[in-house]
Structures are given as C-alpha cells and as structure tokens.
C-alpha cells in the first residue's frame, strides 16, 4: 500500500506525463498536413487508442 507522499508523487508524475502527450499532440497536429496517408492512419489508431483510456479516466 502506498503512503501518502508516495502517492501524491506517483500523481504527479502521471500528470507531467500527461503533459508530455499534450505537448506531442499540438506538435502532431502541427505536422498532420505533411504526412502521409498511410502515416496519418497510424496516428489516428493511436489517436483512438488513448481517448479510449482517457474516456474511462472520465468515468
């Protein structure tokens, strides 16, 4: 079982992670125009991937 100062900063960690993964999607979005078909499919499928984990953080 986690103490208290353990899970206040296991927390903040997800959160500067979380960070990171909305700094990389404005840089996507940024790009999106200069890719591929065949690479803005991939993108979507991992762009689906994580609003289905972020949509049961929701819940």
Same mark, same amino acid.
């Given at each position: 079982m986690m103490t208290p100062a353990e899970? /206040?900063?296991r927390l903040s960690h997800l959160?500067?992670?979380?960070?990171?993964?909305e700094v990389l999607f404005?840089? /996507?979005e940024i790009a999106f125009g200069h890719l591929t078909e065949e690479e803005k499919r991939s993108?979507?499928?991992?762009?689906s991937a994580i609003e289905y984990q972020a949509s049961?953080?929701?819940s």
């Open positions: 899970r /206040t900063e959160k500067d992670e979380m960070r990171k993964l404005e840089e /996507t993108l979507k499928g991992l762009a049961k953080l929701k």
